[in-house]
């Protein structure tokens, strides 16, 4: 195994899944289209903003690629191995579209963005390449293509948010949403590609998310999860008059639609989360006692080469800053092994900075080089990959005692849990989240229980990735 995340992260565990309408529409399209998303939870979410558009020209979302008049890869291209998987799909659509003459195939997300019209190229299969912020014009695309042309468009926007498009929620359970706030990023981490494929950052108008957020709440969903790359430099200025929205706002304008709504974000930049979002969080109970702040490394000098812009001083400060203010915080990490000269020091370092950050849970990834960053035009990738691997396999080691132990320290705590539906293993039990997103699985009994419905159970045993418990029912 290639990629040795002991957790996978919802973006990878969800990886290559085929969608179906959350709801099945009730007129009958004449056309239909398969997605399969790869990739970061705004991938995920790009994909209902697609399957909004396609669905205003007529096409219906089909979990059957038989069935499909289009067929689209919304892809990732943020380690080598995950456009390996993206190429590996496309050869696979091959017979489909052997069996179905006219069937279009389209690559859309990063990939498309980095890789443009050689996709097109290389693989003879592909009839349309659509960019992150060119979603509008798929239906041009798709007419284009239909008439026989290749249909290129990977134009970047400063601008483009699809504040507008209500996202058609595809393969949803019904209670939980992402919702994204932000698009691009300005970062420049040396080993992203991520700014390349998606551009400049740019915020999400805030009326309009706070009116997605009302609207899934009116159709019963119970949590939504606010989506960027950097979510603590959302930055919204609107009306002249108006003050400008800062994230912290933001999410107090989200948690004020009801208590009953679990507000949660992804992702936090250590250099950029602010006391006042601390503090907010703090002030409502519904804003989920939850931040995952990578850390990618634990020694200054590489995050220095990484152009994170924090010292492994600053990190750790942040993180007794996040404790003192909400002590019961849950905290993960993203972390990367073997980045450019890393030495057996630094990778201690990074090891101390886990031990003493005490992750609930992390991300882990060995260092993929991709073309064109400032890494890959700056410095060699120079660290034997036997030798990358054997690191990324200690930080997994220690990450696997860490999370057993964090579960441990919850043994006999009492939560509140959303229940997200049946646990997997058993009809008989429910499985759902803490405020701190950690999965309990308890037994249904004779309680006239549902999902979505938030009930309180105490923590009787654990697994190193899962807390088990039991329906408490009067305190
Ligand atoms: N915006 C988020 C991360 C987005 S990418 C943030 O700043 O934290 C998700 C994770 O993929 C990163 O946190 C990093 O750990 C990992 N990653 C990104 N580029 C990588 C590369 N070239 N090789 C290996 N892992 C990488
Ligand atoms: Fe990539 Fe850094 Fe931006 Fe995250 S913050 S998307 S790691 S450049
Ligand atoms: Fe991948 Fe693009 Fe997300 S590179 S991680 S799908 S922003």
Known sequence: MLELSIEKRHDEARQGEAFGPAIEADFPFKKHFYIESYGCAMNFADSEVVASILQGSGFGATKNVEEADLVLLNTCSIREKAEQTVRKRLTEFKKAKRAKPGMLVGVLGCMAERLKGKLLEEEKLVDLVVGPDAYRSLPA????????????????????????????????????????????????CSFCVVPFTRGRERSRDAGSIVEECTTLFEQGYKEVTLLGQNVDSYYYVGEQAAAPVTFAKLLEQ?????????????????????????????????????????????????????????????????????????????????IIAGFCTET??????????????????????????????????????????????????????????????????DLGNTYTVLIEGNSRRSELDWSGRNSQSKVIVFPKQDYPLKKGDYVRVKVTGCTRTTLVGEIIKDE
């Open 344 to 409: 057996e020091e630094d990778h201690q370092d990074t090891l101390s900075i886990m031990d003493f950050s005490r992750y609930d849970m992390s991300y882990m990834y060995f260092y993929s080089e991709r073309p064109g960053t400032l890494a890959a035009r700056r410095f060699t990738d120079d660290i034997p990959e036997a030798v990358k691997k054997r690191r990324l396999q200690e930080i997994v080691d220690l990450q696997g005692r860490l999370s057993r132990e964090s579960n441990e320290r």
């Open 254 to 334: 989200v948690a004020r639609i009801s208590p009953t709504l679990r507000v949660r974000f992804s992702t936090s930049h250590p250099k950029d989360i602010t006391d006042e979002v601390l503090y907010t969080m703090v002030r409502y109970d519904n804003i989920c006692k939850y931040i995952h702040l990578p850390v990618q490394s634990g020694s200054s000098r590489i995050l220095q080469l990484m152009n994170r812009t924090y010292t492994r001083e600053w990190y750790l400060a942040k993180v007794n800053r996040i404790r003192e203010i909400i002590p019961d915080c849950g905290i993960s990490s993203d």
């Open 141 to 188: 695309l798709i007419e284009e293509a239909e008439g026989g042309q290749k249909a290129v468009n990977v134009l970047l926007s400063r601008d483009e948010t699809y504040a507008d498009i209500a996202p058609v929620r595809l393969d949803s359970n019904g209670i939980s949403a992402f919702v994204s706030i932000m698009r691009g990023c300005n970062n420049m």
